[in-house]
């Protein structure tokens, strides 16, 4: 009976693509054009921050030119894809204009890509939004991420484990070191979840990593609290020359 009502169910609302709107076989896909349009990261990555690199991986953990000449807090970082073209479509669709059906499988994608990041007791935590855009957007779109990522991989999922109690503003077009400068001190531990950080390996997720300014913030924020270690997973990454 189950089978003959969900396939009653299909007939009537038929799978669509989740960034075109395109009928596809499965929920929460991609049609054939949408796929071949999103850059998914694969193959030889840096360790740091999750960029692609020329080359093929003998298992040796390498670093990419940025993560070299600025050593990461973090411990190691992946990203599902690259910020360019229908990803860039999915982040902001997911990000600004209330997709929040996006998360689905971004947030599996972005599990995908964690693997080579997780540890035993591993706590997975979304990169915190200021009150007062929480009550401008409703949802933080790292909470919904981090969500299906702690799901998927069956790992403790805590939405407030961080706070950011202050509004920084935007970064758009400052250098690196001043985004770094910026957000010191923006994003601090709550209170009242010290004792699910001490101790723990922390895998703090976002959206979208450009400089790491943020993921730096809330690195030092677990590292404050007493974190074994932070990896960080974001669902895109910004890359110049990739």
């Not at 790292?142 to 484990?161: H, S």
Request: aromatic share 4%; proline share 6%.
């Amino acid at each position: 009976m189950r089978d003959k009502i969900q396939t009653a169910i299909r007939l009537i609302y038929p799978s669509r693509c989740v960034s075109c709107g395109e009928m596809v076989e499965g929920d929460f896909g991609l049609c054939g054009t949408c796929w071949g349009e999103t850059p998914f990261i694969g193959g030889l990555v840096c360790d740091g921050c999750g960029v692609p690199l020329p080359g093929v991986s003998d298992g040796t953990p390498i670093h990419c030119d940025v993560c070299l000449k600025m050593p990461r807090l973090w411990g190691q970082g992946r990203a599902a894809m690259l910020y360019r073209d229908n990803a860039r479509r999915i982040v902001l669709g997911l990000k600004h204009a209330d997709k929040q059906e996006l998360a689905h499988p971004a947030g599996q994608w972005m599990a995908r890509a964690a693997q080579p990041l997780l540890c035993e007791n591993m706590i997975v935590a979304p990169v915190p939004l200021h009150r007062r855009r929480f009550l401008m957007r409703r949802y933080n779109q790292a909470a919904l991420l981090g969500k299906v990522v702690a799901e998927t991989l069956n790992l403790e999922f805590c939405p407030d484990l961080l706070q950011r109690p202050s509004v920084r503003g935007h970064m758009d077009g400052l250098k690196q070191e001043e985004r770094f400068k910026k957000m010191q001190g923006a994003i601090r531990p709550h209170p009242r979840r010290l004792n699910q950080i001490a101790g723990r390996p922390v895998l703090l997720v976002d959206d979208v990593m450009t400089s790491g300014a943020t993921l730096d913030a809330a690195t030092r924020a677990c590292i404050e609290a007493r974190a074994r270690e932070v990896n960080v997973l974001v669902l895109a990454r910004v890359a110049k020359d990739a």
